[in-house]
């Protein structure tokens, strides 16, 4: 998928939950719901973008993908990386 696709995701999810969490909870909500709902390579993918200066993403989601960096890396079909 194109990096240009997945950010503009990332920053529309971020939108969603910054208007219905607590700022606070906003970037763990993202977060989660990048694990849960985004493909491993869509995720590995904007990792890598963050961590090259992810140009483009909005503050909550650098927030988020920065999470999900710093997230341990589940083995291959665990139920960590499906779930």
């Not at 977060?31 to 503050?59: C, N, T, V």
């Amino acid at each position: 998928m194109h990096i240009e696709q997945l950010v503009t995701m990332a920053n529309d999810i971020a939108a969603f939950f910054h208007g219905a969490s607590e700022p606070d909870a906003a970037p763990r909500s993202i977060a989660d719901h990048l694990r849960r709902f985004w493909d491993p390579r869509m995720r590995k993918q904007i990792i890598e973008y963050y961590r090259a200066g992810g140009s483009g993403l909005s503050e909550l989601a650098r927030a988020a993908v920065a999470l999900l960096a710093t997230a341990p890396v589940a083995p291959a079909g665990s139920s960590m990386e499906s779930g």
